[in-house]
């Protein structure tokens, strides 16, 4: 996805969103027990931890450019259906678009679908 100021293609940006979607699925799943660990104290791999966050902020920072530019460009039942599609709520479209990182603070509302 190169050229976001025009308009872009519906099919294109679909590929593109539900391929990260699913790029994230198995990293979040992994980074969500481990921070559950951290959380609750227990032991746990603080160095897979970081390089699960840094994966998942990684694909979530080229998710959030198509994300918001579909949002910009695509009506809203455009986005309902292209939501459908990727198999994302409208709690996990609104994630994708947050600039916040995933950390322990932040992740659990970030890595939703």
């Known amino acids: 996805m190169t050229d976001l100021t025009a308009v872009p293609n519906f099919d294109e940006v679909t590929i593109f969103i ?5 790029a994230m699925r198995v990293p979040a799943s992994q ?5 559950r660990l ?18 998942i902020n990684a ?9 918001i ?6 009506s809203e039942e455009q986005l309902n259906d292209l939501r459908k599609r ?5 709690t996990a479209w609104r994630a994708a678009k947050s600039k916040r990182a ?11 679908y």
């Open 31 to 35: 980074w969500a027990d481990l921070a």
């Open 102 to 112: 995933v950390t322990i603070k932040h992740g659990f509302s970030l890595v939703i």
């Open 86 to 90: 990727v198999g994302m709520s409208k």
């Open 69 to 74: 530019a579909a949002s910009e460009h695509f």
């Open 38 to 55: 951290a959380i609750q104290g227990l032991p746990h791999d603080a160095h897979r931890l970081a390089e699960l966050e840094n994966r």
């Open 59 to 67: 694909i979530r920072a080229e998710l959030r450019r198509v994300v």
């Open 18 to 22: 539900k391929e990260r979607v699913e």
